[in-house]
């Protein structure tokens, strides 16, 4: 195989590759019989990667500053308002072994809550700093379970 990052649907990837391509249409029977199904795989509670993007604009935001109200309000119309959530496995020297988990492995969850929290720590209309949560933070014992302090807020903290 090339370096480059052939079409795999083309005929010359199926033939280089020895791959065959099988097409089928999806019924909107199919769609509604497996609707349910579907939702169910997708929902930011049970997915342990849902949190992962707001987390990660959470450390840009910290890196370089907050983002404009507009483009604020547009991101969080699209990106799942779902806390990063850890089991601690190990601990290896100064690093910790971690398994994501979804949000339904926490007490208590909030998207409302999370939603504002998200608003004020991105946006430039607020003066609120994300990264003070991380002060205190210390990660649990093996075994146990944990979400970032910055994408989970189960009760107001004070300053």
Known sequence: MTNSLPDLKSLEARSHLNIKWFEFPILPSDREFFRETHEQLIEPQNDPSAG?????????VEAFGKLSPALTEWILERVAIS?????????EEKEVVVYYRAADAL???DKLTELEQTRRYWS??????????????????????T??????HPEPRTK
Not at 52 to 60: A, Q
Not at 83 to 91: D, I, R, S, T
Not at 147 to 152: E, F, K, L, N
């Open 83 to 91: 806390p990063l959530c850890y089991k601690v496995e190990a601990f």
């Open 147 to 152: 979400a970032d302090p910055r994408t989970y």
């Open 124 to 145: 430039s209309s607020y003066e609120d700093d994300s990264f003070e949560r991380m002060k205190d933070f210390v990660w649990p014992a093996p075994g146990g379970i």
């Open 52 to 60: 992962f993007l707001r987390f990660h604009i959470t450390e840009y």
């Open 107 to 109: 007490p208590t969850f």
